[in-house]
């Protein structure tokens, strides 16, 4: 069974740091790639981040490039999102998924999380 478990949200002040753990289970994490998305009230879902597992390569949305980092520790099967100099616009419910293949924020992925809670006050 795959699974995608979302941890490391909560309140931080704009300007802060966060970073958010997906713990992946349940498939070949070498041959997924792992996305993070976000998602505010009365929004759609946006693509924030994404990595391939097989070769490290990864992609940005222009609102986060210079302020998040995304890594991934296969050995752990395990990809962390860093989010430095937060703003109030980063407030939103953010999922990791995953899907086979390379990394890209304009396919739809198979498998999501349940999803953590991020709230940056201003």
């Known amino acids: 069974e795959v699974q995608l478990v979302e941890s490391g949200g909560g309140l931080v002040q704009a300007g802060g740091s966060l970073r958010l753990s997906c713990a992946a289970s349940g498939f070949t994490f070498d041959d997924y790639a792992i996305g993070w998305f976000r998602q505010a009230p009365g929004k759609e879902r946006e693509g924030v981040s994404c990595?391939?597992?097989?070769?490290?390569?990864?992609y940005y949305a222009d609102s986060v490039k210079g302020r998040f980092t995304i890594s991934s520790d296969n050995a752990k099967n395990t990809v962390y999102l860093q989010m430095n100099s937060l703003k109030p616009e980063d407030t939103a419910v953010y999922y990791c998924?995953?899907?086979?293949?390379?990394?890209?924020?304009?396919?739809?992925?198979?498998?999501w999380g349940q999803g953590t809670q991020v709230t940056v006050s201003s």
């Open positions: 998924a995953a899907d086979p293949g390379s990394c890209s924020l304009r396919k739809w992925y198979d498998y």
């Open positions: 990595i391939s597992s097989s070769d490290g390569s990864t």
